[in-house]
């Protein structure tokens, strides 16, 4: 049984360990991810020596929630970093058009050799191979922070639309399936049906914002931004249980309110008072980035507790992600090549999977699941594209430090320089 003192002591151990794991992040390019899963792997065996095996503790509820919360937080923080001006435009729509082409593509190689290796429908082939081609801007995000502000914005476009497009593919995905297995329960539609469900989920979205704005702005409680961040775990949970496509609500409100000099303008500017919500959204982005922080170290510790190691001595699974980890970049330096040009490093070798991976599998209904599936196919993934994403960030350091040591040493001279000297010519 765990002691509310002992729990609070051992969660505390773990929070300082994970800033810990951010800093030798920094200084070394290894994600504090996998530092957080091995952790939550040497936990594992300790529980596992403590805990009476005939009753063992379920950590994946806590899971669960955490990695709602964390998808949340985690999309809510990239969206308040994206700025919607006009020279953004390009980069943003490139970044949405190689997270798109990207995320189908890789789906579709995936679905092929899951669908042959464990003998699946096409449909549910797509449904599993979905949550193992969407880039993971937990990972990301946090990674990229050394990189040229151009490849930095890049990756935080790209990794946020890879998010939401992948997450609207697979509960599509998932809607259609459950329609054919049991169409009373879930009527389901066809593609344009969920078309039109997106579209009134950002008109929603978009009203929405602009009250809770309007509103907030002129509450003068010192709580006022944990109520906000209520509402919006409210509106989302409504959200799901509407059927709706949830993430665009967090996504529009932090879009509307990190830009709100683009959507409040005519008669709506006279109704914002720009200082008071600047306010909330300086107090906000301080609050998303360190409840995303807290998330995402509960997150993948547990994580690294219910996984099972024994999974990936299997051949089959070494076979079937090695195939699809192949896949996953050669299908991203083909697009990267088109889209971008020559100077896709490291760009190309930053596409770990991880948080959402991890989320949606879980996610996939009871009725939907295939039996012989072999989950270690999941991990073997997460942590093979987080180490080629580590070696890249290692290497592009390393690069960029060679380049600056030999400008130092092949500066350009320079001599102090005198005023002339005037000579008058005699007569």
Same mark, same amino acid.
């Given at each position: 049984?765990?002691?509310?003192?002992?729990?609070?002591?051992?969660?505390?151990?773990?929070?300082?360990?994970?800033?810990?794991?951010?800093?030798?992040?920094?200084?070394?390019?290894?994600?504090?991810?996998?530092?957080?899963?091995?952790?939550?792997?040497?936990?594992?065996?300790?529980?596992?020596?403590?805990?009476?095996?005939?009753?063992?503790?379920?950590?994946?509820?806590?899971?669960?929630?955490?990695?709602i919360?964390?998808?949340?937080?985690?999309?809510?923080?990239?969206?308040?970093?994206?700025?919607?001006?006009?020279?953004?435009?390009?980069?943003?729509?490139?970044?949405?058009?190689?997270?798109?082409?990207?995320?189908?593509?890789?789906?579709?190689?995936a679905?092929?050799?899951?669908?042959?290796?464990?003998?699946?429908?096409?449909?549910?082939?797509?449904?599993?191979?979905?949550?193992?081609?969407? $880039? +993971? %801007?937990? @990972? #990301? /995000?946090?990674?990229?922070?050394? !990189?040229?502000?151009?490849?930095?914005e &890049?990756?935080?476009?790209?990794?946020?639309?890879?998010?939401?497009?992948?997450?609207?593919?697979?509960?599509?995905?998932s809607?259609?399936?459950?329609?054919?297995?049991?169409?009373?329960?879930?009527?389901?539609?066809?593609?344009?049906?969920?078309?039109?469900?997106?579209?009134?989920?950002?008109?929603?979205?978009?009203?929405?914002?602009?009250?809770?704005?309007?509103?907030?702005?002129?509450?003068?409680?010192?709580?006022?931004?944990?109520?906000?961040?209520?509402?919006l775990?409210?509106?989302?949970?409504?959200?799901?249980?509407?059927? $709706? +496509? %949830?993430? @665009? #609500? /967090?996504?529009?409100?932090?879009? !509307?309110?990190?830009?709100?000099?683009? &959507?409040?303008?005519?008669?709506?500017?006279?109704?914002?008072?720009?200082?008071?919500?600047?306010?909330?959204?300086?107090g906000?982005?301080?609050?998303?980035?360190?409840?995303?922080?807290?998330?995402?170290?509960?997150?993948?510790?547990?994580?690294?507790?219910?996984?099972?190691?024994?999974?990936?001595?299997?051949?089959?699974?070494?076979?079937?992600?090695?195939?699809?980890?192949?896949?996953?970049?050669?299908?991203?330096?083909?697009?990267?090549?088109?889209?971008?040009?020559?100077?896709i490093?490291?760009?190309?070798?930053?596409?770990?999977?991880?948080?959402?991976?991890?989320?949606?599998?879980?996610?996939?209904?009871?009725e939907?699941?295939?039996?012989?599936?072999?989950?270690?196919?999941?991990?073997?993934?997460?942590?093979?594209?987080?180490?080629?994403?580590?070696?890249?960030?290692?290497?592009?350091?390393?690069?960029?430090?060679v380049?600056?040591?030999?400008?130092?040493?092949?500066?350009?001279?320079?001599?102090?320089?005198?005023?002339?000297?005037?000579?008058?010519?005699?007569?």
């Amino acid at each position: 049984m765990l002691e509310p003192y002992n729990l609070l002591i051992e969660s505390s151990i773990i929070l300082l360990l994970s800033f810990v794991f951010g800093e030798i992040s920094k200084r070394t390019s290894v994600p504090s991810v996998l530092m957080l899963i091995v952790l939550g792997i040497i936990i594992k065996l300790g529980i596992d020596n403590i805990i009476i095996p005939e009753n063992p503790y379920d950590f994946f509820p806590y899971l669960e929630i955490l990695g709602i919360v964390g998808l949340i937080m985690i999309v809510l923080e990239a969206a308040l970093e994206l700025e919607l001006k006009p020279e953004k435009y390009i980069p943003i729509a490139k970044a949405f058009g190689i997270a798109a082409i990207g995320l189908i593509l890789s789906t579709w190689v995936a679905a092929e050799i899951l669908k042959y290796a464990f003998e699946m429908e096409t449909t549910k082939a797509w449904l599993y191979a979905t949550p193992l081609s969407i $880039l +993971s %801007s937990a @990972i #990301i /995000i946090p990674s990229v922070s050394g !990189l040229r502000p151009d490849k930095k914005e &890049f990756h935080i476009y790209e990794s946020t639309f890879s998010d939401i497009l992948g997450i609207i593919l697979f509960y599509f995905l998932s809607g259609k399936l459950l329609a054919e297995y049991d169409p009373i329960g879930h009527p389901g539609g066809g593609a344009a049906a969920y078309a039109g469900t997106i579209g009134l989920t950002v008109i929603l979205s978009l009203i929405a914002s602009y009250i809770i704005v309007l509103i907030f702005q002129n509450i003068k409680s010192h709580v006022k931004l944990f109520l906000l961040i209520a509402v919006l775990l409210l509106l989302y949970s409504v959200g799901k249980k509407m059927h $709706l +496509s %949830s993430l @665009i #609500i /967090i996504l529009v409100f932090g879009l !509307l309110i990190a830009n709100m000099r683009l &959507f409040f303008r005519g008669p709506l500017k006279k109704m914002l008072n720009y200082k008071k919500a600047l306010h909330i959204y300086e107090g906000l982005h301080v609050i998303t980035m360190e409840t995303a922080f807290v998330v995402r170290t509960f997150f993948f510790v547990i994580f690294g507790i219910i996984i099972e190691l024994n999974t990936l001595a299997s051949i089959k699974v070494a076979a079937v992600s090695i195939g699809i980890i192949f896949s996953i970049y050669l299908i991203r330096y083909v697009v990267l090549r088109i889209m971008i040009g020559k100077d896709i490093l490291p760009q190309l070798f930053v596409a770990p999977r991880g948080l959402i991976t991890v989320l949606l599998f879980y996610a996939i209904p009871e009725e939907l699941a295939v039996e012989n599936f072999e989950k270690g196919v999941l991990l073997f993934i997460i942590i093979g594209t987080s180490l080629i994403m580590t070696g890249a960030m290692i290497s592009d350091k390393k690069r960029s430090g060679v380049a600056i040591r030999k400008a130092e040493r092949n500066m350009v001279g320079s001599e102090p320089w005198t005023a002339p000297t005037v000579v008058e010519k005699e007569d």
